[in-house]
């Protein structure tokens, strides 16, 4: 079957515009995450959906960025008024549920350039 | 939070020769230690896992074993091939009991070469 999608693959936007980063995970799976991956460095995580529960929204780097979720499936990462430094590729992966044993599936990844 | 160390930053071993990749933690909590390979573009993938319940687990050529009273964990390919090169990336899930979710945590990864 098909694996989690992204969109766009590439996004370069000027410093301040804001940007929707959209992820479509495997169909079934009930938990989504999103990991943002800079230059050099590991998977940083950001947020985390399981089914219908509240987000674990704790590696938000800050309040600039958000993220939603619509009826269980598709995910929208926003980030507000961008700059430099959030220049990076955003990943979104899903697993089966939200025990820590059910395998991540990764999406290819958003690569965002804040010029 | 979790931190997880991961060394070293980039390996280079002739191909046939084995390869290894130390991680540690520091949450006692943790019990689910995934390795991930990404391939250059391409998503990660995972490629072996393990619980804290187990100390060493073996697919094939790739093996990790894990100490848990030391915190830390290790990947070891043997007979390593071209197609082996890549990022590989160690993780350590814990929970956030506070938000009821389980994060991974992952080292910075090791750029592995295999010279033929």
């Known amino acids: 079957g098909a694996g989690v999608s992204q969109s766009p693959s590439n996004k370069v936007t000027e410093k301040g515009k804001d940007v929707e980063l959209r992820c479509d995970p495997i169909?079934?799976?009930?938990?989504l995450y999103w990991y943002r991956q800079s230059l050099g460095q590991g998977l940083e995580f950001l947020i985390y959906?399981?089914?219908?529960?509240?987000?674990?929204k704790s590696g938000l780097p800050s309040d600039r960025f958000s993220a939603e979720r619509t009826g269980g499936s598709v995910s929208t990462l926003t980030i507000q008024r961008t700059q430099q430094e959030d220049s990076a590729v955003y990943l979104c992966?899903?697993?089966?549920?939200?025990?820590?044993?059910?395998?991540?599936?990764f999406g290819p990844g958003t690569r965002l350039t804040v010029l | 939070g979790e931190n997880v160390e991961q060394h070293p930053s980039t390996l280079s071993v002739q191909e046939g020769d084995s390869a290894v990749i130390k991680c540690t933690y520091s949450?006692?909590?943790?019990?689910?230690f995934p390795w991930y390979k990404q391939e250059l573009g391409k998503r990660p993938q995972l490629i072996i896992d393990?619980?804290?319940?187990?100390g060493e687990k073996k697919d094939q050529r790739i093996a990790v074993t894990l100490n848990k009273t030391a915190k830390h964990f290790s990947l070891h390919i043997t007979e390593t091939q071209p197609e082996d090169s890549a990022v590989y990336f160690c993780?350590?899930?814990?929970?956030?009991?506070?938000?009821?979710?389980?994060?991974?945590?992952f080292g910075k990864g090791t750029k592995l070469s295999v010279i033929p």
């Open positions: 959906f399981q089914g219908n529960s509240a987000p674990d």
């Open positions: 393990i619980r804290s319940n187990v």
């Open positions: 169909s079934g799976h009930t938990a």
């Open positions: 993780a350590a899930s814990m929970s956030n009991s506070g938000a009821g979710s389980y994060q991974l945590t």
């Open positions: 949450d006692s909590a943790s019990n689910y």
């Open positions: 992966a899903s697993s089966l549920s939200g025990s820590p044993y059910n395998e991540q599936f």
